[in-house]
């Protein structure tokens, strides 16, 4: 069963995903996208007790929205709380989803939800009441890293790589005065993110430290956030480092034994890396972040392997 560019895939396991034909890459290909989505994200970002102990609203940023399965599965395993959810997904297409939608029996997380994927679809936003939940959604159509502020950003073939903006004036580090989807309404800043891009070999343009740079600064301080994805490279590890963020180890998922959790607070980190870690990394070959959206491997430099210990994390 297919359409142009995408067609619905059986796992191992017997659950159907979404694939996509120009990436040539299977969306959550081991255990499916729900079961992923629930043990990456739901599950590690502590989002039932966060959400019960929380008031007012909840800002989830969701990076790579996809075919929506991440973002349906938090809606779904919070639904029965009284919590006030506001959705921001980016992405560079909807194609995916417009698809996934079409096929939405057969993957089967999109249950109860149809209505709202369909008005999102065509507004690029959508609010409504599902039981004691209150979800606000908006999606924003476009390059991210153009959107987090990165000028002069193009694809490794094209030459010229990421440069990174002027600094942004005070306050815009928190979204003050953006725009998602068609509201004009600020873009508050989150307390969690799901990030889910394609991989750095398949997608360097968006795991370079330029990216999770602009994307920390856009953190309130105030506000605990936390970022789980399913890699546990080095390279990854390192970047998120030299961006700010605090790092961890995150939970196991599929055939992954290990995943990575970064914060912007130890409290959320159930086992941050610690200088053992950091030892490792010195010695790994592929451990230098990108710099620009070309992948390759590489040790540290020295001068990243000073920046690395100066790391708060790691006093």
Same mark, same amino acid.
């Given at each position: 069963m297919s359409a142009p560019g995408y067609s619905l895939v059986t796992l191992a396991n017997g659950v159907r995903s979404v694939r996509s034909h120009a990436e040539a890459e299977t969306f959550h290909p081991v255990i499916g996208p729900e079961a992923e989505a629930e043990a990456l994200y739901v599950r590690q970002l502590r989002l039932r007790e966060r959400l019960a102990a929380h008031t007012g609203e909840f800002v989830i940023w969701d990076v790579g929205l996809g075919a929506a399965a991440n973002a349906l599965t938090v809606l779904r395993a919070t639904r029965d709380l009284p919590c006030r959810v506001r959705l921001i997904s980016f992405d560079h297409t909807l194609e995916p989803l417009r698809f996934a939608l079409q096929h939405g029996e057969e993957l089967g997380y999109f249950g109860g939800y149809e209505q709202l994927v369909a008005e999102l679809l065509a507004e690029r936003k959508t609010e409504q009441t599902i039981g004691p939940q209150r979800v606000s959604w908006n999606v924003h159509v476009g390059d991210f890293p153009t959107w987090l502020g990165l000028a002069d950003f193009k694809s490794a073939s094209s030459g010229p790589t990421l440069t990174a903006s002027p600094p942004l004036p005070a306050g815009e580090g928190?979204?003050?005065?953006?725009?998602?989807?068609?509201? &004009?309404?600020?873009?508050? $800043?989150?307390?969690?993110?799901?990030?889910? $891009?394609?991989?750095?070999?398949?997608?360097?343009?968006?795991? &370079?430290?330029?990216?999770? *740079?602009?994307?920390? #600064?856009?953190?309130?301080?105030? #506000?605990?956030?936390?970022?789980? &994805?399913?890699? #546990?490279? *080095?390279?990854?590890?390192? &970047?998120?480092?030299? $961006?700010?963020?605090?790092?961890?180890?995150?939970?196991?998922t599929g055939e992954k034994d290990e995943t990575t959790l970064a914060a912007n607070t130890l409290a959320l980190l159930d086992e941050p890396l610690d200088r053992k870690w950091l030892e490792r990394a010195r010695r790994s070959t592929s451990a230098e972040p990108l710099h620009e959206p070309k992948y390759r491997q590489a040790p540290l430099t020295a001068e990243t392997w000073e920046r690395l210990q100066a790391h708060p994390q790691f006093q």
């Open positions: 928190r979204g003050e005065g953006e725009s998602v989807g068609n509201s &004009t309404a600020p873009v508050p $800043a989150p307390h969690a993110i799901l990030f889910d $891009a394609f991989s750095p070999a398949k997608n360097p343009e968006m795991w &370079t430290l330029p990216i999770f *740079t602009s994307l920390f #600064r856009r953190l309130d301080p105030a #506000r605990p956030c936390a970022m789980p &994805t399913y890699s #546990r490279a *080095t390279l990854l590890r390192v &970047t998120w480092l030299l $961006a700010g963020f605090l790092v961890g180890v995150g939970h196991a």
